[in-house]
């Protein structure tokens, strides 16, 4: 045979071979090789006889998507020969025997997706072409390791973090008695990186936009939840889950990938911290480095408007018919490092994107990628969607007072500080929270502050202008630490800063704020000075709470002397008890080992329905059990043999949930030694 | 009885009244009273007694939407005491006997739609309230006169034309051999406004949203085509219109708006320019100043970047399975004019949206508002999808040769002046057409076009960067008129700039180019020098003609001596025969005339299934009849009486239409009398 004849390909994509190590793509469980592009890998070509350049001309091609063209990026001979250019480079790094090492460097811009390799021979005859091998499909990420790449990432520590840790925390609560839960994004997980590709499809997003980390990232904030385009997601804010999974009770993002890649249909159910977390999954599985950040007291639902409502009575009560605007005690969403070609310099860096479906501006469930630093800098005309994100941190809480003869409002007190008070998100590499509140804002009164919101005024975004007079008492509800259950006392503290004396009447309303924005009451209190605490009991709002697990409270008042209107908001966070979880055994790969989950239920009514859910990366799938009772003062005890696959630190996550009972977490460290 | 009852509202509606004179609202055939913002208008109030400034007090009230509220914008109380401010301003314009005369100006930036009016009267017992009357409905509208509003627009001619004309001119063909065909907006049409306010509502369109220009444009954007979303109209470019009207026989936009209205289904079948001329209407039926305009030789679907592919075998002769991308002979957007005040200063004016489903970058079935300003200076950094418009204006076309060895590309010709050859709209009050290219680019060549090409790249628009040498022998193709169905001399014109011989093998591609980027071969013809013509027949192209009535030949060949690549691209606008529209009788307001409308068979053939329409604003609505048959030379006459409504210069237009003939209009012109 005078022509090379190919007897074998090897993508060389076992774990201990050359390319997954130095992709940083080694723990991604999948029967293909995957690689980052910008990056070069190896496989290995076996010939009938030994390759002699100078006669012999071969080429690896690699193919993706329906209709390959040269001229769209979609079909890529790469040429060994050292006079001819590919779009990705290849040369011969070894050749012995009938072997030859090839090294090939996919273009840092390439299209993200699955290839299909082949070799091809030049004949005079024509051209000789292995034949389809699914063994051989590419797997091609985007690569935060790469200067090329739109997604480089200069911080190896925020790299390690954004793109390869499996395992995260999710803030909520309140900014200043913050809960938190662990989650497994599980984006090394079996099926995982095939899910995420499904989703692009499901959306029917041309292959050539793949490469594009903007077009993607954008793309999946609106495919990440189902309204418009049957997305993974099905938002529920009811409080009755009955037809699928409470969003409190889900430990992480695998189950939930894989069973929309399955079904292909919309999976129930989410709120705002499920979406970034699913959407944090998608991200780092694609290479894209992203992380989940909280912010407290965030405006939603205002058009772009930095106000946020609240109308008052004539007696300074709030008028709960009249006020639909609402504050989140806390919403998520992500951020994704890329650069941002499409936008003048400066505005790269950490992008905002939110796959929880508000109702936007732009009336479409989708928002970002925003630049953070425009955001910052009041440089809103930029795409995509910064004047809403501008106003999730920024909005004004306008209190109006109405006049009951005609229907109109003054503006009465404007707090320009409640909403946006901070955004968190995790250390890299450790378990603990960091405040990146100040690449949001400049600091509150800040003279780069005034310029900003002036800026974010010329581009459209309304305020409320009046400065009404500041009232001469301070009202303030200092911060408790309270369990969920039990009865606590809400002290209001006022400060008479006049030298005369003020009699104030004080309304206080408690509610569980839903997402829509309805909140629904847990109690109404009339404070007269110098009355200055209120009971709120328990049987008030447990059977009132939602997900949210926290209690938002407003006092408004109205000073007999003079008229001004004072006012306080305090987000009440209810500690719910812990859910033990336990290893036992030496942690060691492929030997079993023995996980418990305990729970009491610690209050004096019985639990019902109630479901437990444990998942760890590298150690156990998803698994969940279901109690129909957990009588008062009584407990569970579930213990699991697990076979841990991976050797390495990791964390075992378990979760509680029952209508009475959510955002009960619990978790585990562990060292799995190989 | 001590307190003011409410007799009357009249809300002056009638056009001898005197609020739509003023407002230019007159035209509008409605029930109800209509007005543009910013601008005052009045009503009459009769109370059981005359109204005493110092002791009675009320206000009219407009509601709009289902949950009004004063801090939305969509509940409005209007004082007309002096010590009272009003988001309208109110004022006693007379109070004669019993009847008080209100002026109320709408604020220039209120919402747009139907609103609701009661007159209130305040007592000490509450409020007085008339009961929801429909009659009383009001109907405001965005307003170009007015100098607060965002479409202000400072121009008399431009204002009257691109707001009030209900006559329009749609340009196609060549640039260098146009075609056009008029068409009725119908803007003022019985019904037509509400359809409008319909789309919004049908779009789910938050109502706080819609006094807000550029969200309305960009909404209209989104729902005038069916896709995502069950907007008005289905594109179709299949050549088979069976189950709809095909998209060359509406002759206006009545029709179509009045079915979807009613059905609350999409309208079958549009292509570009139905779908530019229904926005067009919708635009200038809520009063947002918009015009049609057309682009010669458009790029599409290249997901921003600036070239369009044309891959050429070794012998130079197109290779037709690897051309994916095409060049549209024409393409129809439109433009609409307001301010931007979510852009930096500089970019309000003239934006262009489009309305056609292409597969935009952002994978969406809508485009814009872009400034035509920001395309110009290459600013494509602003939303809304700026590089979408700018490459469909500016695009390379790239000729590039295939090795046929490896698959690999190699550009042989760049024509950077192909695309974006033209464009054109309607002058103002004239028949006549207007280039406006200079308000998209910088002449060609010019040190501003290359500035702006570079700025165009900076923010992401990919170039071909290759300069492959000029060929020295140049190829055209003259320009011909051709009618349809004659055969016609193609001629191949060559230019040896060498002082040297020269061999060439032409290869000419002759097309009908279909918006899908489908081409449908009508001959393959082979030129050698000296050779200078080919005859194209029309046996070649009439079965396959479809709504375009133009054919693209591409030529392409190469130098024997130099293998240099040499091109021409020439369309050929295939004139068809007119269509006679003549009135008899006196045009005279509700006296009867004649319309009638002729046509001779021209061809050697039958045509069958032949659908003639005719319209005219004012004087009858769309009409249209079915004839099975018109044998091969023989006539068709329709004469139908018609009563105009409406005094002043109009227009009857008419469409013929049938499978192997379209593109055939007549009309006339007539004043009617008073």
Chains 1, 2 share one sequence.
């Not at 499996?166 to 900014?175: D, K, L, M, P």
């Not at 841990?644 to 060292?671: F, H, I």
């Amino acid at each position: 045979n005078y022509f090379l004849d190919i007897w074998d390909v090897n993508m060389l994509r076992r774990p201990d071979e050359v390319n997954t190590p130095q992709h940083s793509t080694h723990l991604y469980a999948s029967d293909h090789l995957i690689v980052r592009r910008g990056q070069e890998f190896q496989l290995k070509v076996t010939f009938d006889r030994p390759y002699k350049p100078s006669d012999d001309q071969f080429a690896v091609e690699f193919v993706i998507g329906g209709s390959p063209q040269y001229s769209k990026g979609t079909y890529i001979p790469v040429s060994v020969a050292k006079d001819r250019q590919s779009p990705w480079a290849g040369r011969v790094v070894d050749s012995t025997d009938n072997v030859v090492t090839v090294g090939i460097t996919p273009a840092p811009d390439c299209i993200v997706g699955k290839w299909r390799t082949y070799v091809a021979v030049v004949t005079p005859y024509g051209i000789r072409r292995t034949r389809r091998d699914e063994s051989r499909d590419l797997y091609v990420l985007f690569n935060a390791w790469a200067t090329g790449d739109s997604v480089f990432l200069d911080d190896a520590d925020e790299r390690e973090e954004c793109v390869l840790n499996e395992v995260g925390v999710i803030y909520h609560g309140a900014y200043d008695d913050m809960s938190e839960r662990p989650w497994n994004f599980g984006q090394f997980d079996y099926g995982v990186l095939d899910a995420c590709l499904f989703i692009m499809d499901k959306a029917a997003m041309p292959i050539t936009n793949r490469g594009d980390a903007i077009k993607v990232a954008r793309k999946a904030s609106a495919m990440l939840n189902s309204h418009d385009d049957d997305g993974v997601l099905v938002g529920n804010w009811s409080g009755d889950y009955t037809y699928g999974v409470a969003p409190t009770s889900w430990t992480g993002s695998t189950e939930i990938l894989l069973n929309y890649s399955s079904s292909k249909t919309p999976v129930c159910y989410a709120q705002c911290w499920v979406y970034a977390a699913v959407f944090n999954t998608f991200l780092r599985c694609l290479g894209i480095p992203a992380r989940v950040v909280t912010n407290f007291f965030s405006a939603h639902d205002n058009d772009g408007n930095l106000k946020t409502d609240v109308i008052l009575d004539e007696n300074g009560r709030i008028d709960k018919h009249r006020t639909k605007d609402s504050i989140w005690n806390y919403h998520c969403w992500n951020e994704c490092y890329m650069s941002r070609p499409d936008l003048p310099q400066g505005f790269g860096g950490w992008q905002a994107v939110d796959a929880t479906p508000q109702e936007t501006s732009d009336g479409m469930y989708r928002c970002g990628p925003a630049s953070v630093q425009a955001i910052k800098h009041g440089q809103i005309c930029f795409p995509f969607d910064a004047p809403f994100l501008f106003a999730e941190v920024n909005s004004d809480v306008v209190f109006y007072s109405r006049n009951p003869r005609d229907g109109t409002l003054d503006p009465v007190k404007v707090n320009s500080s409640h909403v946006g008070r901070m955004v968190v998100t995790k250390v890299p590499g450790q378990d603990a929270r960091r405040d990146i509140t100040d690449q949001y804002k400049f600091p509150e009164g800040s003279p780069e502050e005034r310029t900003v919101l002036e800026k974010a005024e010329e581009y459209g975004c309304h305020r409320e202008k009046a400065t009404p007079p500041e009232a001469d008492v301070e009202l303030d509800m200092p911060l408790m630490e309270v369990r969920v259950g039990d009865d606590f006392e809400l002290k209001l503290e006022f400060n008479n800063t006049s030298d005369q004396a003020r009699t104030v009447d004080v309304y206080v309303s408690g509610n569980v704020v839903y997402y829509t924005g309805v909140t629904r009451g847990v109690g109404r209190y009339r404070s007269t000075w110098p009355t200055s605490s209120e009971i709120v009991r328990s049987q008030d709002y447990m059977r009132k709470l939602v997900e949210q697990a926290n209690l938002h409270f407003i006092a408004t008042g109205k000073v007999k002397e003079t008229g001004q209107i004072i006012t306080s908001m305090r987000v009440v966070t209810l500690h719910t008890p812990k859910l033990s979880v336990e290893v036992s055994g030496l942690a060691k790969v492929s030997e079993e080992m023995m996980v418990t989950v305990e729970f009491t239920n610690p209050f004096k009514f019985n639990l019902e329905d109630v479901y437990v859910r444990v998942e760890g990366p590298g150690v156990m799938p998803p698994k969940y059990k279901h109690y129909s009772l957990i009588t008062a003062g009584s407990s569970l005890t579930w213990t699991e043999g697990v076979t841990p696959r991976r050797a390495g630190p990791t964390k075992l996550m378990a979760s509680l949930d029952c209508a009475a009972l959510r955002q009960v977490y619990g978790q585990a460290q562990l060292t799995v030694k190989p």
